[in-house]
């Protein structure tokens, strides 16, 4: 059962910083596909950035120019780098992976996440 562990969330002022980490714990040889995803209250969950398994970067509009995704060479940790923050940032935000699987077409992921975190919460106030 994979495990994904996110710290990094808090309080922030307007236009600040933070940065979320996302750790993967499972068999040491897996590397995986992961996303950040936020919600908030009385929403649906929002997909916000994600990296494919070809390196693919994609951003929603929303974050696009402000928050930066990336991986370690591990493919085990996913970080959120968080810039530029507004009010409308706050929210739960939640890690998500799934496994790399090779095909004969090379390494693929699911189209769907399979593993969730736990959340963190992100504070801005003005």
């Known amino acids: 059962q994979v495990q994904l562990v996110e710290s990094g969330g808090g309080s922030v002022q307007t236009g600040g910083t933070l940065r979320l980490s996302c750790a993967a714990s499972e068999y040491p040889d897996n590397r995986y596909c992961m996303g950040w995803f936020r919600q908030h209250p009385g929403e649906e969950r929002e997909a916000i950035a994600r990296?494919?398994?070809?390196?693919?970067?994609i951003y929603s509009d929303s974050v696009k120019g402000r928050f930066t995704i990336s991986q370690d060479s591990t493919k085990k940790t996913a970080y959120l780098q968080m810039d530029s923050l507004k009010a409308e940032d706050a929210a739960i935000y939640y890690c998500?992976?799934?496994?790399?699987?090779?095909?004969?077409?090379?390494?693929?992921?699911?189209?769907?996440?399979?593993?969730w975190g736990q959340g963190t919460t992100v504070t801005v106030s003005s």
């Open positions: 998500a992976a799934d496994p790399v699987f090779a095909t004969p077409w090379g390494p693929r992921c699911r189209s769907q996440f399979g593993y």
């Open positions: 990296i494919y398994v070809n390196g693919t970067i």
